[in-house]
């Protein structure tokens, strides 16, 4: 089994920066690719990020390239998600998610953990 937190969400103004972090514990953290997804309200749940065993390999939603950036630290057992340039159709409850390959990483149901999700609103 293994548990996942998420912490950092807020206010921002648009054009700010957040920094999501998602603390695992339970399992061995380096096995799972990792993942983050977004939901507004009356929206679908979207994929936002996702980040390989090692770290070598990461894939994002076309929505967010270039403007987020995932990062993980296996010693630490965190997975991040770095948020720049915010925009208020960034806003939505963010959730970090692992599964155990990379088959459907864009995928929620493919997703077996998920932590509580972390809100984050952009507004001026």
């Known amino acids: 089994q293994l548990q996942l937190v998420e912490s950092g969400g807020g206010l921002v103004q648009p054009g700010g920066s957040l920094r999501l972090s998602c603390a695992a514990s339970?399992?061995?953290?380096?096995?799972?690719?990792m993942g983050w997804f977004r939901q507004a309200p009356g929206k679908e749940r979207e994929f936002v990020a996702v980040?390989?065993?090692?770290?070598?390999?990461?894939y994002y939603a076309d929505s967010v390239k270039g403007r987020f950036t995932i990062s993980r630290d296996n010693a630490k057992n965190m997975v991040y998600l770095q948020m720049n340039s915010l925009k208020p159709e960034d806003t939505a409850v963010y959730s970090c998610?692992?599964?155990?390959?990379?088959?459907?990483?864009?995928?929620?149901?493919?997703?077996?953990?998920w932590g509580q999700g972390t809100q984050v609103t952009v507004s001026s």
């Open positions: 998610a692992a599964k155990s390959s990379e088959y459907g990483y864009s995928v929620a149901s493919a997703y077996g953990y």
């Open positions: 339970g399992r061995t953290f380096s096995n799972y690719f």
């Open positions: 980040i390989s065993w090692s770290g070598g390999r990461t």
